[in-house]
Each structure stands twice: as C-alpha cells, then as structure tokens.
C-alpha cells in the first residue's frame, strides 16, 4: 500500500496568529507552527475539541496582508508523543479566496519543510510470527 499524498505542501513557521473559536469568540491559537494554503497547525493557548469551526487572522511569512480564513479544527495534538511541540491543533480552511491561497503559496516558496513527527513506516510490511 502506498503512502497517503498531501494534497497542499506544508512549511515550517512561526507566525503570530489570532485563532478564535466561531461559537463564543474566545481565542484558543496564538502562534502558527506550519503554514499550508490548505491549513495550519497552530499552537493552542486553551482547549479545543475536533470540528469545532473557527476563524484565524494570519500575515503570511514576508508579507505585510493580514489574512481571514474560516476553518475547522481537523485534529488536536495533545503532545504526548516525542516530537510533538505541545498542546496544539490543526485546521483545515474552508472556502479560502483563490487569490489568498495563491498569495500563501507564493510566500512560502523557498522555505523549508517541517521535520517529521515520526518515523517513516517500513516499506515492506514483516509477516507475524504464528
């Protein structure tokens, strides 16, 4: 079986951001750890639950637009596992504007890809002892 391809590429950031949750406007993200035009993971500075929808304000890297995306919480990192960077969640972007998505990709060009979280899986799966 093959690996699952990502569908946008995701680079390593630290960008001040402004993460609030849709349903009480309380802020829940301040910082953005990676950045593609598809989501980001952000560090959380309360708790948060998968699917709860949000809004984030962001500048990309080098550049001076304050962006607004709407998104859901796609999966919440709880930083238990080694390499994981603490308490944090990932958003998936809704209905993001074309020329946004484009100005995203376009200041992400040239930067570098985040580390991996784990190791990659074996290529070749290893029969089980019976």
Do not use: W
Not at 13 to 22: F, I, M, T, Y
Not at 95 to 103: F, K
């Amino acid at each position: 079986m093959s690996e699952p391809v990502r569908r946008a590429f995701r680079r390593f950031v630290r960008l001040d951001c402004e993460v609030v949750r849709e349903h009480d406007f309380k802020v829940i993200g301040d910082l953005a750890l990676d950045l593609s035009t598809r989501g980001m993971l952000v560090r959380a500075t309360s708790r948060v639950l998968t699917g709860e929808e949000i809004v984030v304000t962001f500048r990309p890297p080098r550049c001076n637009t304050y962006l607004d995306a709407v998104g859901t919480v796609a999966r919440v990192v709880h930083g238990r596992r080694p390499g994981d960077t603490g308490l944090s969640f990932g958003i998936e972007f809704h209905a993001i504007e074309r020329e946004h998505e484009q100005l995203i990709f376009e200041h992400l060009r040239g930067m570098f890809a985040p580390e991996p979280m784990r190791p990659p899986r074996p290529l070749v799966t290893r029969a089980r002892a019976a």
